[in-house]
């Protein structure tokens, strides 16, 4: 028997058991899934639907994050090189526009920082505050977030009016950062003292003493100086 004629049997033969009539049991299921899938189609076709577009959404949301990160990268190098420059106003700019443009990303954040330290070596204590609560209210980097808001803090307190200690007292007020408590407390006692209320500023720079000497991540530097501030208002170091 020839090969063609082989491969033509088996062909007729697989379609003669395709076509064979199903045994009860398999009709059966066959129509169960006819009456499922009925059933419930539009819903299936539903939430498959709606699948495909949340994975779509999240494989276009993660583009344009590494997009919005690398551009941000670029800018946050231009304002690294005016810094090596000396342009001042140029690096300013460079802050301006990570906040305008790319304010999700932690380039912005740490722009924002360094652009008040800039502003306030120059005298502009207005312009460093401006930066300061730009970044304490859009930071998204706790790290950034803690240090934009104590540094504002500072700021405040040595603007030293009546209502910058109020927007000061405000911002201690709230929660502190995780692993910042310390910190807080500190310049907590910072507002105290500016104030010359020295006996809350000891209580405030003791409770800090307490919660640094258990942060042993932070460097000694920051407990030399509280125990500086602790010494100046007649505290004890335990």
Do not use: C
């Amino acid at each position: 028997m020839s090969h063609s004629r082989l491969n033509q049997q088996y062909i007729t033969y697989k379609l003669a058991w395709i076509d064979m009539p199903l045994d009860l049991e398999e009709q059966e299921q066959l129509d169960q899934f006819k009456a499922f899938w009925q059933k419930y189609k539009n819903l299936i076709t539903g939430v498959l639907t709606v699948a495909l577009f949340a994975y779509a959404a999240y494989s276009g949301y993660q583009w344009w994050r590494n997009s919005q990160a690398l551009e941000a990268s670029k800018l946050y190098e231009t304002m690294v090189g005016a810094i090596a420059k000396g342009d001042k106003d140029q690096t300013l700019r460079a802050a301006d526009d990570l906040q305008k443009q790319f304010s999700s990303t932690p380039y912005a954040s740490m722009s924002s920082l360094v652009a008040a330290r800039i502003a306030s070596d120059a005298g502009d204590s207005a312009k460093a505050l401006d930066y300061l609560r730009w970044a304490a209210k859009n930071a998204s980097n706790d790290g950034y977030l803690a240090l934009a808001k104590l540094r504002l803090v500072t700021q405040l307190i040595e603007q030293g009016s009546e209502k910058d200690f109020a927007e000061a007292d405000q911002i201690l007020k709230e929660t502190p950062v995780a692993g910042f408590e310390a910190l807080w407390l500190e310049r907590r006692g910072d507002w105290y003292l500016a104030q010359k209320k020295n006996a809350e500023a000891k209580a405030s720079y003791q409770e800090a003493w307490k919660k640094l000497d258990q942060a042993k991540e932070f460097p000694e530097e920051a407990r030399r100086l509280l125990k500086v501030k602790l010494d100046a208002v007649g505290g004890v170091a335990q």
